[in-house]
């Protein structure tokens, strides 16, 4: 959460044309690692408490960013986080089903 706090805070995304020229890519990839990560920190949860922290976290994110020149907030980054945490979730839990 650190990691996506300061990456908000920069005015332009560092990295790869392929996810930074397509922010949606970049959004999916971050938060489904992050899914993964509150999946595995919450093992004892039932895995909704996992994407609602995500989900959340993504609102407080895009809060965030509005306030970062000359970046803005978007409900479609939202949607996309909201996706990466659930795909994070769902394959943290197919993962651990094969072990």
């Not at 993964?36 to 920190?41: E, K, Q, V």
């Not at 970062?68 to 909201?82: E, G, I, K, Q, Y």
């Amino acid at each position: 959460m650190g990691f996506i706090f300061y990456l908000s805070s920069l005015p332009e995304i560092p990295g790869p044309a392929a996810v930074t020229e397509h922010s949606h890519l970049g959004h999916f990839l971050i938060y489904s690692v992050l899914g993964i990560l509150l999946r595995r920190a919450m093992p004892a949860l039932h895995p909704a408490v996992s994407i609602a922290s995500g989900f959340l976290y993504g609102v407080s994110d895009e809060f965030h960013q509005h306030f970062v020149p000359p970046r803005s907030a978007s409900l479609d980054d939202v949607a996309v986080d909201l996706a990466g945490v659930i795909s994070g979730v769902v394959l943290f839990w197919r993962l651990r089903r094969q072990d």
